[in-house]
């Protein structure tokens, strides 16, 4: 915020809490010191005072610069607008703003915003970012290209010569302290000096905690797997090639859209899917069908098991339905006929009684296979469990629940209602 007339505070753009202290997010070229110069006048401050020279903007001249973190190169930004300032009034070139267009004349006051809403601003913020990338892309290339680097590794004191992956592979590889690939990084010497400041000062690297001494920091950083840098620290954006490709987004964003489109071209393109034909296997042998209408007949005619005739006569619900086929195999695999619970000692033993006594359709008692534990499949890929169907999705049995007796509230015959009640079945 700035301070305006008459002592007000006047928020020049949206508050945020910092997400490390003494970050900054906007991205500088290091080394960069030159001065900047007002678009109206000949005041001019260091680079590194932008924000007083922001303030003197308002202050002096009224004039609001919008998105100013989203210019790639602040000074030559404002060295264009003063030329253009020049040449034809400001009001060609920015909206005018009114403060308190109700209140008197005097208390009125006519603010300046320029922005890229202007195509001419737009078009100069995207040229300077242009020109940023391609000044990047050069000083990445020639450093790729260096093979005069030299420099200690900060961990081990060993000392690399050539090319800069050389260190940036060692310390990946034995001190398991990597900060990217090689190829991403830019500035890397800056880059370098600015980790070896922190440890010079006893500061951890991730938690950036200082200590005591270079002892503690170390056992604090790999007993805590501290060797890694902080990704919220925006001190380190500078250094990497990513922040640099797109106007105003920083790493994060750039990686969660290139995630995004990602999955929805996954999403997007389904043309060479093949579904997995439907394999459900049947309850009593190791015949597998495609089709539950197929499985369905298979037990019929070879077992004598008719699944739709049981679901119909004790209207077996969904989840009946389901304990009912986990009991059976349960019952199947333990080779115990779950019509009068003999063990014999093969499967194909316990199938041919069955058949012999007429087991196949004698279920035991309700209360004795509707329990929890069958819940839980048998067979954890039992493609049989995933094609039940509700009971009350068959129209006999949709037809069959119309028949039940509905009583409201406010009945008139309690007496009917008493004789009716599934009440009296349950007390005998």
Not at 337 to 354: A, S, W
Not at 390 to 412: F, I, T
Request: hydrophobic residues 30%; negative net charge; charged residues 30%.
């Amino acid at each position: 915020y700035s301070v305006g007339p008459g002592g007000t505070e006047c928020i020049l753009e949206p508050l945020c809490f910092p997400e490390h202290q003494g970050a900054s997010n906007s991205l500088a070229f290091p080394g960069e010191g030159c001065r900047v110069f007002c678009v109206l006048c000949s005041h001019s401050l260091p680079l590194s005072d932008k924000d007083l020279l922001l303030k003197h903007l308002v202050l002096e001249h009224k004039l609001v610069i919008a998105d100013v973190k989203l210019i790639a190169d602040f000074s030559k930004y404002m060295l264009y607008w003063k030329k253009r300032f020049t040449e034809q009034p400001i009001t060609d070139f920015c909206s005018v703003i009114k403060t308190n267009s109700e209140g008197p004349a005097e208390l009125q006051e006519n603010y300046f915003l320029l922005c890229d809403a202007l195509p001419e601003d737009r078009i100069l913020r995207e040229q300077l970012q242009q020109k940023r990338l391609e000044d990047v892309l050069e000083q990445q290339q020639k450093e790729r290209d260096d093979t005069r680097f030299q420099r200690t590794c900060m961990f081990c004191n060993e000392v690399f010569t050539g090319n800069r992956s050389g260190l940036l592979n060692h310390m990946a590889r034995e001190h398991s302290f990597s900060i990217g690939l090689p190829d991403n990084i830019v500035y890397c010497t800056e880059f370098l000096d600015t980790l070896e400041q922190k440890l010079d000062n006893l500061q951890c690297l991730y938690c950036e905690k200082i200590f005591r001494d270079k002892t503690t920091l170390k056992d604090h950083m790999r007993k805590k797997q501290h060797r890694r840098l902080n990704a919220k620290n925006c001190d380190y954006d500078r250094f990497y090639v990513i922040n640099y490709l797109e106007l105003g987004k920083t790493w994060e964003e750039v990686q969660s859209e290139d995630d995004r489109e990602l999955l929805e071209e996954e999403e997007d393109d389904w043309s060479d899917w093949q579904a997995r034909p439907l394999c459900a296997v049947c309850l009593f042998c190791e015949q597998q069908e495609e089709t539950m209408e197929k499985i369905y007949t298979h037990m019929q005619e070879a077992h004598q098991f008719d699944f739709h005739k049981l679901k119909t006569n004790l209207c077996l619900r969904f989840y009946q339905q389901l304990k009912l086929v986990n009991y059976i195999r349960r019952e199947l695999h333990h080779c115990r006929c779950y019509g009068c619970q003999r063990t014999l000692d093969t499967k194909e033993e316990v199938l041919q009684h069955m058949m012999e006594e007429g087991h196949v359709m004698q279920l035991p008692e309700l209360s004795h296979w509707d329990q929890p534990q069958y819940y839980f499949p048998t067979y954890e890929n039992d493609a049989l469990l995933t094609a039940l169907s509700d009971s009350e999705s068959d129209p006999e049995e949709v037809a069959r629940s119309a028949e039940v007796p509905v009583y409201s509230e406010d009945v008139s015959s309690l007496r009917a209602l008493k004789q009716t009640s599934v009440l009296n079945t349950l007390l005998k």
